[in-house]
Nanobody
Framework: QVQLVESGGGSVQAGGSLRLSCAAT????????VGWFRQSPGKDREFVAR????????RYTDSVKGRFTISRDNAKNTGYLQMNSLKFEDTAVYFC??????????????WGQGTQVTVSS
């Protein structure tokens, strides 16, 4: 069984930065794609970024390209999401997940509890 714990969320002004971490317990972290998703009030949870098991392949949703950087450290069983040039519309609860190479929520097997990111304009 794998458990994920996110950290690093908080409140920041527009233009600021935050770094989210996703620490995994259990085995086989490096077997899975690490995905980051977010959910704003009244909206569905949406894909943000994903990184392949070996870290060599990365995908982003268009709205965060050039501002967010996803990475992973398999030796530490940890995934990261560096968020720069934050905008008000980035405000959401951010979730990390482990699963298959996909943008879809249903293709991810393990989920963290989420961490709130609030960007003030």
């Amino acid at each position: 069984q794998v458990q994920l714990v996110e950290s690093g969320g908080g409140s920041v002004q527009a233009g600021g930065s935050l770094r989210l971490s996703c620490a995994a317990t259990g085995s086989a972290f490096d077997y899975y794609t690490v995905g980051w998703f977010r959910q704003s009030p009244g909206k569905d949870r949406e894909f943000v970024a994903r990184v392949s098991p070996n870290g060599n392949t990365i995908r982003y949703t268009d709205s965060v390209k050039g501002r967010f950087t996803i990475s992973r450290d398999n030796a530490k069983n940890t995934g990261y999401l560096q968020m720069n040039s934050l905008k008000f519309e980035d405000t959401a609860v951010y979730f990390c997940a482990l699963g298959s190479w996909s943008d879809r929520n249903e293709d991810y097997r393990y989920w963290g509890q989420g961490t709130q990111v609030t960007v003030s304009s």
